[in-house]
């Protein structure tokens, strides 16, 4: 299983066919106008042969520097755009693509985005002798140095504090005065490929339910593909359950798989790390 969540961006290339976790598959033609960038969350993507990681080496936290951030956004293009072998430039597509959704992320995380609030980075990371032994492309793409040790990001995702994403479909909780900060949803959820069925998923998402508790969210959101079992199996694990799906009419505007609209109470949560 993959797992991802899906741009405030879209891209001009196209992306891999296959659904991973959190991820919209707009299948967009390489006229598509770029706007921000963020990813819903349902996008399953077939992946290598499992690795066995040493799960007491992965560490789960909130991005610390622009380093970090640049890492976290490498996977993600890395994860949700797909490039055919005959395909010119991948190089300097990718590093454009790069460069707007660390762009985008930067600037949301910053508080410059209208219609934002807090929003939070989260990354799970390795130490890169770990993952070049056993996924060399993952760690030279991916990696990063913090108190000048060398990581690689494996897994991100976003907490976003706002009423609604663009292009989704909004959730209903909570109601009244104070719903734009007491509303949240996750994003840009992916996992490396070769990296999957780890539990690196279930540690990301477990780990976003409290930084999103602490940013004062009582209702956490997120979107899946209606046919992305994977995904929907993991949130469901993960405390999460069905509050409504997205007009047959708007996915196929968007040109897109349906969505599923799923909720989890934050509020009277004594364990949200379950």
Request: hydrophobic share 35%; charged share 20%.
């Amino acid at each position: 299983m993959a797992i991802l969540f899906t741009p405030f961006s879209y891209s001009l290339f196209p992306k891999k066919s296959n659904y991973n976790c959190n991820n919209n598959n707009n299948n967009n033609n390489n006229n598509t106008p770029i706007s921000s960038f963020v990813i819903c969350s349902s996008q399953q993507i077939s992946s290598p042969s499992r690795i066995l990681i040493d799960k007491s080496l992965f560490s789960v936290a909130e991005a610390k520097s622009t380093n970090e951030l640049w890492a976290a956004s490498c996977l993600r293009v890395r994860t949700f755009y797909g490039f055919h072998n005959e395909t010119v430039n991948t190089q300097d597509h990718t590093k454009y693509l790069t460069e707007r959704e660390f762009e985008a992320l930067t600037e949301r995380i910053a508080g410059k985005r209208v219609g934002f609030g807090k929003v939070s980075c989260i990354n799970a990371t390795l130490p890169f002798s770990e993952v070049s032994n056993v996924a060399n492309d993952l760690s030279t793409s991916c990696n990063f140095s913090h108190d000048n040790v060398d990581l690689v990001v494996v897994g991100t995702l976003d907490v976003n504090q706002c009423i609604r994403l663009p292009d989704e479909i909004t959730g209903m909780k909570p109601k009244g005065i104070g719903a734009d900060f007491a509303r949240g949803y996750l994003s840009n959820v992916c996992v490396a490929g070769e990296l999957q069925r780890n539990g690196l998923g279930y540690a990301l998402i477990s780990k976003a339910k409290m930084v999103a508790k602490d940013m004062g969210i009582s209702d956490l959101y997120v979107h899946v593909a209606i046919d992305n079992e994977p995904a929907k199996k993991l949130y469901v694990k993960c405390g999460f359950v069905h509050e409504s799906e997205e007009p047959a009419w708007q996915a196929r505007f968007l040109d897109r798989p349906r969505r599923l609209l799923l909720w989890t109470d934050l509020s009277n949560s004594c364990d949200v790390s379950m």
